[in-house]
């Protein structure tokens, strides 16, 4: 099966077979230069419905294969992923904007995740206890639980599929794949990735859509989980939908990091990160840095270090080699940022770096790199996610007002201290209210043997997602208690058994 991205529009994948005719569709733009580059069908119910009964026969048999073959399919895509990651880079960038390095670099923590999911068989061990009474053992195991849905943001077009259905389908489960319908084609190459590595046809189905698609997805009777990554007012709306609908959910929503820089930190190492993680794929990660903390009397050398270090940036086309900073998604993405920027003086901020004013190509969806001083709870740009190249600075007199500031924000996915104190590190780590913390890091990015996910409203469900706590999200446990017993040995029992 070959697929062609040169194709006006690309194709829903549903047991091997490509399928692109759809009663409707959407344009699929390059937001670097503003032109329509190709069309996304969006699935109806009857296409669902299809997708969704193939998966659950394919499942029946992708179950039953040895763990060794799974595992193969691991292997083996691994090394297409990374044999060929140049052809996905490009894919990236074109539709979703960012630099070709960053697009590596998400690449690079997708495979980490297949590469941990190529060791399966230890994942899916379960647990057993001998002689738990008399004759009597107990095995627990870890067995799929399905059909599951895996529905992706834009801004991590490779990276975000790939924690899902990467462990989804290594833990035995067939999946409905419904990409972002913005930047769709990294789906459609990691699906033919996958057919190529030796992944049974309709194992992984695509299903390109739009909120009516995931709609009927969240209420489909034989999907029995649903992975979502996106902001949080859909997060919230998927964990209420699908949980009522019998579902297991899980749901990362958005973000609104804070870097807090105390009065010891090292500066130039601060300004470097708030810089990287700041504006670093044009502010649109959910481990971006869009507040930092200046504490004490940091803030104004902190604020002229990031203001010499934001004159060089160049902005423009994510594909050529000299660009830092890539456009926004979308139109309506750029002009959002550009308004909240309109707003901060108008309720007390000071523009001290107007990212506006740095943009001369109108056509693509560009905002340049802005950073906003005096910022307070309350206002606009610091309440909004921006998801955009805006860093806010606000000053605070102390340590515990920080913690208090970064606490009583509504979004708690990730957040960072720069300090030379061991002292004051390990007190943040104990004190602050967020689900992934960063000790002079700015963006603690998911490593493979870990889990991902932020706490409140960056996290509907209970569990984080990647790593170990997807294998466990992606399957359901089975208690089996067994005896041997003698013919002698067996009588008859009314009372509950005690030991
Ligand atoms: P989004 O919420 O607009 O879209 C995400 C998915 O939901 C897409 O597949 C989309 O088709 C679908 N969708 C959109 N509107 C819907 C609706 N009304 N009903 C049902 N489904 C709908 O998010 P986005 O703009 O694609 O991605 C950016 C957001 O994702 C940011 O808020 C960012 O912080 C968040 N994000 C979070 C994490 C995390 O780990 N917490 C990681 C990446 C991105």
Not at 88 to 117: Q, S, W, Y
Not at 173 to 193: F, M, Q, T
Request: overall charge negative; proline content about 5%; some cysteine.
């Amino acid at each position: 099966m070959t697929i062609s991205l040169s194709t006006q529009t690309i194709s829903h994948l549903i047991g091997g077979q490509q399928i692109t005719e759809s009663a409707r569709d959407q344009a699929i733009y390059n937001p670097a230069t503003g032109e329509e580059i190709r069309r996304v069908p969006l699935a109806d119910n009857e296409l669902l419905d299809t997708a969704v009964e193939t998966a659950a026969q394919a499942q029946k048999s992708w179950r039953a294969l040895g763990l060794a073959k799974r595992s193969q399919v691991f292997f083996k895509l691994a090394a297409i992923i990374r044999d060929e990651a140049d052809d996905l880079a490009r894919i990236i960038t074109e539709e979703h904007g960012k630099t070709i390095p960053d697009a590596h670099g998400e690449i690079a923590r997708g495979l980490e995740n297949v590469e941990f999911c190529a060791g399966l068989m230890h994942h899916l061990k379960g647990e057993s206890a001998e002689q738990v009474a008399g004759g009597v053992d107990v095995e627990q195991l870890k067995q799929p639980v399905g059909v599951v849905a895996c529905i992706t943001p834009f801004n991590f077009p490779a990276m975000v599929p790939l924690w899902m259905i990467s462990t989804a389908i290594a833990a035995g489960n067939a999946v409905i794949l419904k990409p972002s319908e913005r930047d769709p084609s990294a789906v459609v190459w990691i699906a033919e990735a996958f057919s190529r590595a030796g992944l049974p046809d309709g194992v992984l189905n695509v299903v390109h859509g739009d909120k009516d698609t995931v709609n009927a997805i969240l209420e489909h009777p034989t999907i029995k989980a649903v992975s979502f990554v996106g902001s949080t007012p859909i997060a919230r709306h998927i964990y209420s939908t699908a949980s009522a609908h019998g579902k297991r959910v899980q749901a990362l929503g958005g973000a609104k990091n804070h870097m807090v820089v105390m009065p010891d930190a090292d500066l130039d190492a601060a300004a470097d990160a708030a810089i990287s993680a700041g504006y670093g794929s044009a502010g649109q990660r959910c481990m971006a840095v869009s507040v930092l903390v200046a504490v004490g009397d940091i803030a104004d050398p902190l604020i002229e270090k990031i203001k010499e270090r934001i004159t060089p940036l160049k902005l423009g086309n994510g594909a050529d080699s000299d660009t830092d900073i890539g456009p926004l998604i979308t139109a309506q993405a750029r002009d959002r940022a550009d308004q909240i920027l309109a707003s901060a003086p108008d309720e007390g901020a000071e523009i001290v770096v107007d990212g506006r004013e740095s943009v001369t190509d109108r056509d693509g969806f560009f905002v340049g790199a802005s950073l906003v001083d005096h910022v307070k709870p309350g206002m606009t740009v610091y309440e909004e996610e921006i998801f955009g190249p805006v860093l806010s600075v606000v000053r605070v007199d102390s340590y515990q007002d920080a913690v208090e500031l970064i606490n009583s924000n509504r979004y708690a996915n990730g957040v960072a201290m720069f300090t030379r104190d061991g002292r004051t590190a390990r007190e943040f780590k104990f004190d602050i209210e967020v689900g992934m913390v960063g000790i002079n890091v700015p963006i603690p990015v998911p490593v493979g043997a870990f889990s991902f996910g932020g706490w409140k409203d960056s996290l509907f469900g209970d569990t984080h997602m990647y790593g170990p706590e997807s294998f466990n999200f992606y399957t359901r446990r089975k208690v089996v208690t067994s005896r041997w017993p003698l013919p002698s040995e067996s009588q008859i029992e009314l009372g509950f058994p005690s030991n």
